[in-house]
């Protein structure tokens, strides 16, 4: 259940005091099945399995939801293909072309037509929450599916003013300085992947996977103006992740330093095994966070 993106938002850390009833909230919000003529639906599920009691799952101050949904797959091209069937029924029959107008009303009964029949496909989309530190990191890099979930725990709570977090340094500026071999934050060393753009529109990107980040070649690159972008970096031997300057955090990788923990720990069953990871990651994550925050001063949602 290790997270492998992450999109943060911040919240007042006094939110935690009005968290007593989560679980009732969100149960009030669980995902209910996608309809005979809905194209999507979407709600709260327990993040510990469809067994579980609680809609969420709490250790300490860290707590996980999981939204949950259910799309239909109905492929454009079966659409259209229905809808030429038809059209073409219509010409035949009434010797005549149906005007823009029309030609719309009918697909959208063609729709309505296929959605039953549709496939119905679940997703799922986790985030854990931080109330130490006034957080929530969901388990995505698309900014639109980060914000849905944090839309859906709004609606849920009735009130969760959460913001996109916001850096009050410049992340490439910083970024940049690291990779030229300026001293790294305490716990942080390079990884083995970046990308550079030339700051001037339409400029030139070099993007290196797999690549000593200290060699020559980048040095020459940094040299002729370009500036980072994405930084892989690694914390502490425990985690190694890809920062980019839109603070979105891709390619998050629990390494041996971390995932050795689980060895000495009691994993009698599916869900202590999922309660004993999840304490990991929130841990690494609050430690990360932490590190991160020290760095580019991440704007706080209580000014």
Known sequence: ?????????????????????????LEECRLKPVGPSELM??????????DAQLMSHRIG????????GEDRL??????????????????????????????????????MELLPRAFVRPVRCSATLDLEHGFIAVDTSSRKTAENLVSEL??????????????????????TGWLAGEPLPG???????????????????????????????????????????????VLDDHVGFVLGEDLVIRKLKFLDGAVDQLEGTETDG???ELDARYALMAG????????????????????
């Open 61 to 68: 101050d860290a707590i996980w939801v999981t939204l949950g």
């Open 187 to 233: 716990g942080l060393s390079l990884g083995d992947e970046c990308e550079l753009k030339d700051p001037v529109d339409g400029g030139g990107v070099v993007r290196c996977s797999r690549h000593e980040l200290q060699a020559e070649e980048i040095r020459r690159h940094l040299e002729a103006g370009k500036q980072a972008t994405r930084l892989a970096l």
């Open 41 to 50: 639906s979407r709600g709260f599920i327990p993040p510990m399995g469809r």
């Open 74 to 111: 109905l492929p454009s091209a079966v659409v259209n293909d229905q809808l030429g069937r038809k059209l073409a029924e219509i010409e035949e029959k009434e010797g005549r072309r149906l005007g823009g107008r029309a030609r719309k009303r009918l697909k959208e009964d063609v729709v």
């Open 270 to 272: 599916v869900h202590a």
């Open 1 to 25: 259940m290790f997270f492998r993106n992450l999109t943060f938002f911040r919240f007042p850390t006094s939110l935690g005091k009005t968290l007593d009833d989560l679980d009732a909230r």
């Open 284 to 303: 690494e994550l609050k430690r990360l966070f932490a590190v991160l925050d020290g760095a580019l001063k991440f704007s706080a949602a209580d000014a």
């Open 154 to 175: 709004r609606h849920a709570l009735g009130s969760f003013p959460a913001l996109p977090l916001n850096a009050e340094t410049s992340v490439r500026a910083l970024m």
